[in-house]
């Protein structure tokens, strides 16, 4: 995996990657990312729908504002059917080099329905980092790697992330833990 944790939450602005590791056969994914605007540059945001199929036909749909401030915390803010409200917490802590510890702490309303859409949602979460770890484990770093079009949100992610990191940064080449 990555040194500096970037491939966790770059997920979110890889659009193409949602379309291609998590068939649209069970979701579909619309979204945006954006940097926030002074003074809040160390945040970006988020707006996200995923909608679940079953045989073709959308069964759930859930409406995500995700908020990704600094380097290494996620809040994601879901609403989806009946009044089912819920908030999500990421954490990407650094174990050692190319290794992080994610954390995920997830709080939705009380009673029947709150308690089996969490499980579902954190049933759907673990499938999908498993499928994504596959694919970090296997990546392949290019200095100036060539981003089509619609790699644009990557493009933005990836500027945004530097300013969390100066030219004296930990590299893979001066690690010293």
């Given at each position: ?21 998590h ?16 003074p ?14 079953f ?30 409200e819920?908030?999500i ?11 992080q ?11 029947i ?65």
């Amino acid at each position: 995996m990555c040194l500096v944790g970037k491939d966790i939450p770059e997920n979110g602005a890889d659009v193409a990657h949602l379309k291609e590791l998590h068939p649209p056969a069970i979701h579909e994914f619309i979204n945006t990312w954006n940097p926030s605007p002074p003074p809040e540059i160390h945040k970006a945001s988020m707006q996200m729908q995923v909608v679940t199929y079953f045989f073709k036909i959308p069964i759930i749909t859930m409406n995500m504002n995700v908020e990704q401030i600094g380097p290494a915390l996620v809040h994601l803010y879901v609403k989806s059917f009946a009044g089912i409200e819920g908030v999500i917490t990421q954490h990407v802590v650094p174990v050692k080099p190319f290794e992080q510890k994610v954390i995920h702490r997830v709080y939705f309303n009380r009673g029947i329905l709150g308690k089996l859409f969490a499980k579902f949602v954190v049933i759907g979460e673990s499938i999908m980092f498993e499928r994504d770890i596959r694919i970090w484990r296997e990546k392949k770093y290019l200095s100036n790697p060539r981003l089509v079009k619609e790699d644009s949100a990557i493009a933005k992610f990836r500027k945004w992330f530097k300013q969390f990191y100066s030219d004296n940064s930990v590299t893979t080449t001066n690690i010293d833990w």
